[in-house]
C-alpha cells in the first residue's frame, strides 16, 4: 500500500471517529463515544460492511466465496474494526481475544495468564526484539513487555486501533518498550531477519491466504526465531457440507469480520510449506475445563469473581442485550449517536453466539495453539 493510500485511510479513519481520536482511556464513555462519531460517515462504514455479505449466506462454499483478494480481505477487516474497536473495548477491555478459565479465576487475571503462557513457550527474553502481528488497541503487547521485558512492536492496518494502542502505552508508562507500525500482514514493513520472536493472538485468520502471512513473519524472523500464535479455527469435526455447520460458520465470519474460516489442519501445513518447524502444537479449546472459555459469553454469572466480571457477564445476558439494544435505539432514534449503531451491536452479537454454538459442537476452536521456529542458519 502506498504511502498516499495509507495518509487517505488516516484521514478517513479520523474523520469517522471525529474526537473520540484524540481522547485518553478514561475521559469518554461508551455512549459518549459514539455520539462523538461522524454520523453519516459511520453509517456509510457499517453498510459498507454489510454489504460484503449479502449473497450466499447458506450456500456450500468454495475458495472463491467470500471477501476474495487481498484488498478486499484488508478493507473487511477495516471496516470491521471502525463499527466495533469501541463495543469491544467497553464490553471486554483491552485485549480483543478469549482464554481459558480456572475456578475462582478473576477474567482480567485469566487474559493476563493466557498471555504469560504465550510468551513463555516461546522463551522470549529480556533482550529480543518481538513482532506481535495485529496488535490490536495494544493489551497482550503491554501485557507481555511488562511480562519479559522485551521490547515490542506491534504491526496494525487499522488507524483507530493504533490510536487508542499509543494511548493505552502511554497510560502504562512503556513509550520506550512498544512501538505500534501500521502495515499490511502479507507485506510487512521491515527487514528481513529482523526479529527474535513474532506472535499472534487471534489475528492472523483475517489474512487472505495463510501460507502468505506466515511467509511474511518467517521473512522477517532472524534465524532460530520462534512464532507463537493462537488461531481461530475448524477443527476435524466441521463438515463443509453439513448447513448447521455451514450457518454456524457463516455467523462466525459475518460477527467476526473473517473473509473465509481457516482449518487447523490448513494452518499447520501453511507453516510447514513456508519453512518452519512446528515445535508445538494443541487445541487448548479441547481440554474438559470446569470453567468453558466462553463462560462469559454465555452470561454464567456462577463464574464471575469480581465486581468487573459481573458487568463484562451481564453485558452477555439477555437481559443486557435486551437493555442495551434499547438504549442504542432510543439514543439513534434522538439522533444522539450514529443510525446503525444499534445494528452494529446486533451484529457484533451474532459473533458471539456463533462461536459459542460452534464450540459446543466442537467444530470450532479459537485456540488453535502453535510455536514454530525458523530454522538456524
Known amino acids: 500500500m502506498s504511502k498516499l493510500t495509507y495518509e487517505q485511510d488516516l484521514q478517513q479513519s479520523k474523520f469517522l471517529h471525529g474526537s473520540t481520536w484524540e481522547d485518553t482511556e478514561h475521559q469518554s464513555s461508551f455512549i459518549s463515544k459514539l455520539a462523538k462519531k461522524n454520523h453519516q460517515a459511520h453509517q456509510a462504514v457499517f453498510s459498507s460492511y454489510v454489504d460484503n455479505w449479502k449473497d450466499g449466506q447458506n450456500e456450500e462454499r468454495s475458495e472463491n466465496d467470500g471477501a476474495k483478494t487481498l484488498s478486499t480481505h484488508t478493507a473487511l477487516a477495516n471496516s470491521y474494526y471502525d463499527n466495533f474497536t469501541d463495543f469491544f473495548e467497553y464490553e471486554w477491555g483491552p485485549s480483543f481475544h478469549y482464554c481459558r478459565f480456572y475456578p475462582g479465576e478473576p477474567f482480567r487475571q485469566a487474559i493476563a495468564r493466557y498471555e504469560h503462557h504465550l510468551a513463555a513457550q516461546m522463551a522470549i527474553e529480556p533482550h529480543f526484539e518481538v513482532l506481535d502481528v495485529g496488535c490490536g488497541v495494544g493489551g497482550p503487547a503491554i501485557e507481555i513487555a511488562r511480562f519479559t521485558g522485551a521490547r515490542i512492536t506491534g504491526l ?222
Open 156 to 377: 496494525n492496518n487499522n488507524d483507530y486501533q493504533i490510536a487508542r494502542a499509543k494511548q493505552h502505552r502511554a497510560s502504562a508508562g512503556l513509550e520506550k518498550r512498544l512501538h505500534f507500525v501500521k502495515g499490511n500482514f502479507m507485506n510487512m514493513p521491515f527487514d528481513s531477519n529482523y526479529f527474535d520472536a513474532c506472535y499472534a493472538i487471534e489475528a492472523t485468520f483475517y489474512a487472505s491466504s495463510l501460507e502468505d502471512v506466515y511467509g511474511q513473519v518467517y521473512r522477517i524472523l532472524k534465524p532460530g526465531g520462534s512464532f507463537g500464535c493462537h488461531e481461530f479455527a475448524l477443527t476435524d469435526k466441521y463438515e463443509p457440507t453439513n448447513p448447521e455447520h455451514l450457518r454456524i460458520v457463516r455467523g462466525i465470519e459475518l460477527g467476526t469480520g473473517i473473509g473465509k474460516m481457516k482449518t487447523v489442519k490448513g494452518c499447520l501445513e501453511a507453516l510447514r510449506h513456508v519453512g518452519f518447524t512446528i515445535e508445538k502444537h494443541e487445541d487448548l479449546a479441547a481440554y474438559d475445563d470446569r470453567v468453558p472459555w466462553y463462560s462469559p459469553l454465555v452470561a454464567d454469572l456462577r463464574r464471575a469473581n469480581t465486581a468487573r466480571d459481573y458487568l463484562t457477564f451481564l453485558g452477555r445476558h439477555s437481559m443486557g442485550r435486551f437493555v442495551s439494544e434499547t438504549l442504542l435505539s432510543v439514543l439513534e432514534k434522538l439522533r444522539v449517536i450514529p443510525r446503525g449503531s444499534t445494528k452494529a451491536c446486533i451484529l457484533l452479537q451474532l459473533g458471539i453466539d456463533s462461536p459459542v454454538e460452534g464450540a459446543i459442537l466442537g467444530i470450532f476452536t479459537p485456540m488453535c495453539f502453535f510455536v514454530a521456529r525458523k530454522p538456524s542458519e
